[in-house]
């Protein structure tokens, strides 16, 4: 099976097809029958379990599956891929970080960018940051984004294209609810097919055997303890037990002791016939972007419109197939206990408008890198060119400050707890 060239995705984005599939069927790393475990949720209404379990219809016939990881984790983790992508200098396209590497006690934040604030331009996180010393939002690029729209793309497509293909709604911005709001183009998710709940056990022998001992807060300080009545802090003329709620004044409050055994119906992960990725990039989406203005801002003659425009939406097409190939090279170790094996290899599908056969194609690390460099170079001839960047960000001392203090609450909160 034969890749694509940039010629044969340039005819499909300009009206040739309508999207483009992959779909890939897994299974647990263990084998088939070994559990899995979904990502949990808060339990609403009569559900008896924290997973999101769905009856779907699959090849004619209604079955009972479960999300294993769903869109918006699919659409991070793709973004985490190009993000490497971008760092290793295999991938060419702009990118806006915020820098914390020279912040005092932020320095482990290292850079923030687009790809990884969960809204990315429009996050908070650059919002309340700066460039030059002005607010971000105040900035040329900020205004860019946040006029831009699907009738006028050209503000996004230059400072944060990934934001034309994941989506994006600044709703936090000046405009409200009415700012920039972008459709999905690519969307991925992964299920489970045919799944049975289990069940999750839990217990703990303690070697030292300790169990039936009162535990007390020692006179030395609110973190010591004591299993001696007569070192412990005394209030009300009492010896004050250590810990609250069902652990209060026993061993288990200082992580000592037996766990008796227990069992968990509501996460207890499942087992499966198998597992299936299916992801869609929306032709048809791109197609609704327009480009009336190159990225240096001058008009787009009317003559030469649409094959601006078609050269533009190449080059985001080409950006999403990168992202599709880049995270399939990642791997499928979804969380703890779910690591997932591919059992075909990643194989595209252009799917036509009007039905018929699709056309299938490959597409390995090295060739999606080398169809987007060349899909860029044919997009700058039209104006539509990328500066790789980064554009940094410094945070503001407000933003700073906030979450300076907000790790301070939390430090506090975690020495009460253990205390």
Not at 175 to 195: M, Y
Not at 200 to 229: C, F, H, M, Q
């Amino acid at each position: 099976m034969s890749g694509i060239t940039l010629d044969e995705l340039t005819k499909a984005v300009e009206g040739g097809a309508a999207a483009v599939r992959a779909v890939t069927r897994l299974e647990p790393a263990g084998g088939p029958g070994d559990k899995v475990f979904p990502p949990t949720y808060m339990k609403e209404g009569q559900a008896e379990t924290k997973y999101a379990f769905e009856q779907r219809q699959i090849d004619g016939r209604e079955v009972r599956t479960v999300l294993l990881d769903s869109v918006a984790s699919q659409a991070n983790r793709m973004e985490e891929a190009l993000l490497e992508g971008w760092r290793s200098k295999e991938l060419h396209f702009p990118l806006v970080w915020v820098d914390f590497s020279g912040v005092e006690g932020l320095v482990d934040l290292e850079q923030i960018s687009a790809l990884q604030a969960p809204h990315r331009i429009a996050d908070a996180l650059l919002r309340d940051s700066e460039l030059a010393g002005k607010r971000f939002r105040d900035t040329e690029i900020g205004r860019a984004f946040t006029d831009a729209r699907a009738a006028h793309a050209t503000g996004m497509y230059k400072y944060c294209p990934t934001a034309l293909i994941f989506g994006v709604w600044d709703s936090t911005g000046p405009k409200g609810g009415l700012g920039s709001k972008f459709q999905r183009c690519l969307v991925s998710e992964i299920v489970g097919v045919d799944v049975v709940s289990g069940v999750k056990t839990a217990s703990r022998l303690d070697p030292a055997a300790i169990e039936k001992v009162t535990v007390y807060k020692a006179k030395g300080g609110d973190d010591d303890w004591t299993a001696n009545p007569s070192e412990a802090l005394v209030e009300k003329g009492k010896p004050v037990e250590l810990g609250a709620g069902k652990k209060k004044g026993t061993p288990a409050a200082l992580n000592h002791g037996n766990i008796p055994p227990s069992i968990d119906r509501e996460a207890g992960g499942v087992t499966m016939a198998y597992a299936v990725q299916t992801v869609v990039l929306s032709l048809a989406g791109l197609r609704r972007l327009r480009f009336t203005t190159t990225v240096t801002g001058s008009s787009v003659p009317e003559d030469k419109r649409r094959d601006a425009e078609v050269a533009a939406r190449t080059a985001l097409s080409a950006l999403a197939l990168s992202a599709i190939v880049y995270q399939r090279e990642n791997d499928y170790d979804l969380r703890s206990r779910s690591l997932l094996i591919a059992k075909e290899p990643l194989v595209f599908q252009l799917l036509g408008r009007d039905g018929g056969e699709a056309v299938k194609f490959q597409l390995d690390r090295a060739t999606a890198a080398r169809l987007l460099t060349d899909a860029h170079a044919r997009a700058a001839d039209q104006g539509f060119g990328w500066e790789r960047g980064p554009v940094e960000l410094t945070p503001s001392k407000k933003l700073a400050d906030l979450i300076r203090q907000s790790r301070a609450v939390k430090e506090t909160e975690s020495a009460e707890t253990e205390a």
